[in-house]
């Protein structure tokens, strides 16, 4: 069963501080990652896609992989109140006849004013 | 520009009732469609999605189904609904491959 793996949270920042979210993931051939956002009792947008090695930075957001140790992480710099949502990793699966998104549980960021 | 719309937005269901949820894609043609849930606590889960009309493919054994009738419209359905059934419905839509995702607005189902 391929997992992703990700804090439940909530994870506090004050604003303008530096959030950090992270996820694991088990399918080690994976190659493509996604970070969502998901404001309460709506549906999730994408934020960011990351595909090699490294950084991969879009304004305020910067997406990490690292696929030796099976690894991705999102940071947010200078974090606002409407950043506070739920952050879901996404892992695209290629085992089925096309490829499917693998969601984490999500993490809950609550930036504080 | 693409939108996708998904409706309705909340619905109250007893148990044993029927269901139908629809979901229309514009602004594209031949996307892939999907149907997800996300019961409390729990994350994302892939039900069903279809590469073309008539194409189904479900990832999970439930009383529910899908049918795509046209290109861009896609159905989820029940005969009976379960209380188990409670959740957040997305409909979403891709081009080819699944790589990119994008939601509608969701259906907040509560079975009672």
């Known amino acids: 069963q391929k997992e992703v793996e990700q804090n439940s949270g909530p994870l506090s920042v004050p604003e303008g501080a530096i959030a950090s979210l992270n996820c694991t993931y088990s399918?080690?051939?994976?190659?493509?990652f996604f970070w969502y956002r998901q404001y309460s009792g709506k549906s999730p947008e994408l934020i960011m896609s990351?595909?090699?090695?490294g950084d991969k930075e879009d304004g305020r957001f910067t997406a990490q992989l690292n696929k030796a140790s099976q690894y991705v992480s999102l940071l947010i710099r200078d974090s606002q109140p409407s950043d506070s949502a739920t952050y879901l990793c996404?892992?695209?699966?290629?085992?089925?006849?096309?490829?499917?998104?693998?969601f984490g549980k999500g993490t809950k960021l609550s930036v504080k004013p | 520009s693409q939108t996708i719309h998904q409706w309705p937005a909340t619905l109250v269901q007893p148990v044993g009732s029927p269901l139908s949820l629809e979901c229309t894609v514009e602004?594209?043609?031949?996307?892939?469609l999907y149907w997800y849930r996300q019961a409390a606590g729990r994350g994302l889960q892939l039900l069903f999605y279809?590469?073309?009309?008539?194409?189904i493919s479900s990832e999970v054994p439930q009383n529910l189904s899908a049918s795509r009738p046209q290109d861009r419209q896609f159905i989820l359905s029940s005969k009976k609904l379960l209380l188990s059934d409670s959740g957040f419905y997305l409909c979403?839509?891709?081009?080819?491959?699944?790589?990119?995702?994008?939601f509608g607005s969701g259906t907040q189902l509560s079975v009672l």
């Open positions: 979403a839509w891709s081009l080819r491959g699944a790589e990119k995702l994008f």
């Open positions: 399918d080690r051939v994976s190659q493509s």
């Open positions: 990351i595909y090699s090695n």
């Open positions: 996404a892992v695209l699966d290629y085992g089925g006849s096309q490829g499917n998104l693998i």
């Open positions: 602004g594209t043609s031949n996307p892939n």
């Open positions: 279809s590469v073309g009309i008539g194409q």
